[in-house]
Nanobody
Framework: QVQLVESGGGLVQAGGSLRLSCAAS????????MGWFRQASGKEREFVAA????????YYADSVKGRFTISRDNAKNTVNLQMNSLKPEDTAVYYC?????????????????WGRGTQVTVSS
């Protein structure tokens, strides 16, 4: 079992930066692929970024490439999302996710575990 808690959301101006963090608990954390999804008001959830268990492979949605960076520290049981050059369209609730199967996380978008989410609002 994996429990996930996000933090770091807030209100920022367009062009600003935020760093989201996800604290995980559970002895199997290091073997899980980790990722971030987001859901804007009135829209479907969408994939943002993912990182495999080793931290050597990452994958990003086209909309955030070059602006967002995902990282993890298995020793500290954390995964982070550095968000730079934020745009109003980045406004959403951001969810941390985990799954032992990489493809299920980044392709199917149906991870086994979810956090409660943290709100990110980018003003124009």
């Amino acid at each position: 079992q994996v429990q996930l808690v996000e933090s770091g959301g807030g209100l920022v101006q367009a062009g600003g930066s935020l760093r989201l963090s996800c604290a995980a608990s559970g002895r199997t954390f290091s073997s899980y692929a980790m990722g971030w999804f987001r859901q804007a008001s009135g829209k479907e959830r969408e994939f943002v970024a993912a990182i495999d268990w080793s931290g050597r492979s990452t994958y990003y949605a086209d909309s955030v490439k070059g602006r967002f960076t995902i990282s993890r520290d298995n020793a500290k049981n954390t995964v982070n999302l550095q968000m730079n050059s934020l745009k109003p369209e980045d406004t959403a609730v951001y969810y941390c996710a985990a799954d032992p199967v990489w493809a299920r996380l980044v392709r199917a978008g149906t991870p086994d575990y979810w956090g409660r989410g943290t709100q990110v609002t980018v003003s124009s």
